[in-house]
Each structure stands twice: as structure tokens, then as C-alpha cells.
């Protein structure tokens, strides 16, 4: 069954237009933050008269126990040299089964626990909305489990080919019902983190068919080279544009493939990525953590479109070593 949709495309009133220099610091939430990046999707493409597909509530299993649940979350995957050669020239890779639907039940339900608690008029307020919580984990113990979880924090030592890994933050990112694109970028514009050793593990708490808007890829790696020289722009779509428009001209190839209940996406800070609308009824709930290699400083210049940085990397100052209470080293396991 379809529904009416209504694709939101007008900035977002908490939008401030004090910030008329993107090279100042991001001085608001990050729930403002990503108010702010969604409004510079370029949605010109997406009919507003256009249908929701309706989905049913993924549907309920079994829950795990508490003990099996930290063993699912820390039992070693069996990633291929392949893996980590093919994450190593597209800048990304999706892998299957990482995570038991029992698990990611677990993750769903506490996820949105916490949207009702943080956003108190949660069902009334989230129709078009990209909500985000961060900082999880340091307060809720099931969330932890899953931002710590040596399963993932190895996987992604092993695809950046390094040693010792540490936490920049967890993320749960909810694009709601009707929420339009996520802009084309890469990571390294946002986390102001000294070096290109830095990996998202990005986490569907349910399937993602292409209806819903799955994080999607350009590939090699190397494509960033054709549009790293764009201007960003922070009050209208024109970043966005550009990177699509440059893309298209030079045939990029770009990877928008569904995932599957248990696949899990890792991409590189150098990746370019974008997401499409959530074309159907259900929230779109994802948990994205981000490690990078252990010794990496703060840039000397953090910007706007670093965010909330300083709430993730506390008592550290641009140019010095992140090693705060927030930032564990995730792999080796301590535990
Ligand atoms: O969830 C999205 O739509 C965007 C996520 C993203 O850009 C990221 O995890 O790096
Ligand atoms: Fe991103």
C-alpha cells in the first residue's frame, strides 16, 4: 500500500544563519548539526507528490541472552585478505552477517528507548526528520556492548591494515519517514582527526531496501581526487550538486545496493558516499561508530563541519594527541 509523501525540502528552522563562515566552529548540538547538512541535499530530483511505500515492523525473533549477546558481539568474523584488498582500493565494502537479527533486535529496541526518552514528542515530531543521538554508549551499557564490540573494532583495525584502533564516537543515525537525501561527501571534511587512518562501521538495525535510503558508494577510492577540490558551501545545495554533476560527467561508478538484516557497511574517511530519501513508512535506524588509528592528533583547525568535535574528544586541544576517557582503544580487545 502507498501513502502520501511529503519530502521535506525547506531549510530547517534550526538552521542559523549566524554561522556565515564555515571555517568557524560549530558552537550548537549535533542533533542542529545534521538539521543544518541534511538542508544542503539537493532534492530537486524527488517529487513531493510522490507515494510512501508502506512497511510492515521488521519482524520479531527470539532476543539473546545478555551473556549471548556479548559473545555474538565479540566473537572474531572471518574477513578475507580479499575483503581488505577490495576495502582498500573502493574505499568501502558491505559485509554480510556481521550481526544475528537477535542482536540487532536488541540494538533497534534500545535505539529507539532512547529516541523517546532524548525527543519527548518523538511520534509526533520525527515525520522528515534525520534524527541523531551520540554519545550512547558512555551511558547506556547495551549500546555499549555494541559501539566497543571487538567483532567490529578488529574487522576495522584489520581493513585499515593497523594495530590499534580507538574510539571518535557512535552515532545512531534515524532518518525518519520522508527525510530526504544525506548530501554527497567524505569524512575527512567532518572529523577533524589528523590522519586518512579512519574507518565508520555503519550498523542497519534492521533491512535496508532501496525504498529507505541505504548508504551508497562511489568506488575507487581514488574519486575523491576528481572533486576534492570543490568548494564546500554551507548554506545551499550547490556542494551536493557539483560532486553528483562531476560524477555523472565522468562515470563514476556508484554503489546503491539494499543490505540485508546482519550486513554491515565499513568506509574509508577518503569514501564518497551520499544516501537517498526514505521513500516508506519506517524509520530508518542505523548505528554508526567511527574508530581511527591510535596516535592521531586534532588538526590545528578544526571548522564547522567538524561539529560537536569537542564533545567527542574532550580535554584535547587542536594539534595533540586523542586519547581521552571517550576515545577507548576499541582493538586490541581490553577485555
Ligand atoms: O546515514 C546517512 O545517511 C549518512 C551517514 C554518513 O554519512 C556516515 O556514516 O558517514
Ligand atoms: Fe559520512
Redesign the pocket.
Known sequence: MLKQNNLKKEIHPNFNESHKNANSAWDKDNQAWWDWYVSLADNSNSNVNNTLLELPEPPKVKYPSKINLKQLLSKPYNLTEHDIKTFQKNGFIKLKNVFTPGALQVLRREILTLLRKTFTNYYEMKKNRFLSLEMMWVENSVIREFVLSSRIAKICADLLSVKKIRLYHDNA?V?ESGCGR?PW?Y?DHHFPLETNDVI?A?IPAQAIPIEM?P?MFAKPIEVYKLVKDIEFNKSDTSYDKKISDIFKKEEVSIVEEPFELGEVSF?HNLSF?T?SENKTTQSRI?L?NTYFADGARVVNNPTMISGDWKKFIPETKPGQIVSSKFNPVCWPAIN
Open positions: 543515525l532518518k544525506t561527501h569524512d565508520t555503519w535510503g548508504l568506509h558516499h544516501a542505523v554508526a
